[in-house]
């Protein structure tokens, strides 16, 4: 059918013989029906209700030129699309909207689109779900309906180049969108303080505790005013992970506990796995780590992660049950699982570090110090690349622990030199034979 709707209606019009003097009657004047059919008015719908009356078809298929059937037909396929997603069904679900694009239009397009964005994310096609999130930024700040509201749109954004390792333009992208809310009056609903909690994620994942920390108890405050168990769950859960970045185990621990209380219920299954993946993390980081804990929470969300086949969180997972098992000494199977985690990492994803670390170290410690070092050596190059640089030397004095635990001392040094350097600490240059100037007393 003709592209736009006053083409229709004048398309329709002639096919029914009428003039446009016959169309208008006592509805509109003549003068009215030729400005709708050159484009250049959008009748109300008490007119367009008219009009289609007139014509003899629906209101629905005179604004979109799609027929009742047809469009039932496409709500049909975007929900069992959506079906798919849910299901952890991604590639189906990929397929299912995709070749929804070349036939749907306006509200259900929009929706298929977003349905895209997602499962791209999920399928850790990060860039293609940036491209539809730009689309979609568009549509939604002209208000196309079906689009997603322009703060979800954000936090989607910030929480993706995050994902891509990019925590600067995550920063930039999310801080840009919070000034753009709080200029609307938007400070502290729901969807700001989502997009906030997601900001505190970057700051924290670049390594700017600082700024962390000051971002994340402004946003509890304004969750715990809101009231609201989904704001406060996302506002405990991205300080739990600034508390341990700054070593207060026991806060992290605390604030994490609060956030799988709060969002056990309603949060949806497979971020409830993965906050349990994050719970066991930081029971290990305890001292002594509290590994009988934290294989617990890991077995119940690996179980629930291989049902819904979701990649990306099943590599942090299984990352964490290869951690259980070198705390263990169970180097082998350390390695063997590590491997597998890493497998299922794109080339070059941020993802692959830790992974190739806990693989590092299960060989340095099984008699295979070299090997473990290049491993050692390439995770942290990740980690420096993606400019964690703390992360980076955490992962070199990990490896100084186990070589000093298999007599490899002067390698062990060399890993701690690296650690210091990572961390800022590098020594000052003393030439042989300089005297230090030291300061006179007057």
Known sequence: MSPTLGQRLRALRIERGLSQADLAGDLVSPSYISLIESDRRSPEHEVLDGLARRLGCSPLFLESGVAPEELNEQRLRLQFAEIARANGSLNEARDQFNGLLPVASGEIRYEAIWGLARTEEALGNLHEAVVHLDALLDAARIGEPGAPGLL???????????????FARSIEVGESALREVRDLGLE???????LASTVVGSYWARGDMFSAQELASQVIERAEKLSSREAQGNAYWNASAVAAARGQLNLALELAARTLALLAESAPTH???????????LLLRCEPPRIDEAEALLDRAHEVLTALSVGSYLA???????RCALLRGNFDQAAEIAGRALARCADGSPQAAQPRLISGLALALSGRPEEGIALVRMAADLMTTLGSGLDAAQAWRELAEALIQIGRSEQAIDALRKAADLAGARPATIRAGMRLALPVAD
């Open 152 to 166: 979800t749109l954000f936090n989607a954004r910030c929480r993706i180049y995050r994902k891509a390792g990019d």
């Open 188 to 194: 502290g609903t729901e969807d700001e303080i989502r």
């Open 271 to 281: 971020n409830l796995a993965a906050m349990r993946v994050t719970y066991a993390w």
């Open 316 to 322: 942090n997972c299984e990352t964490e049950i290869a």
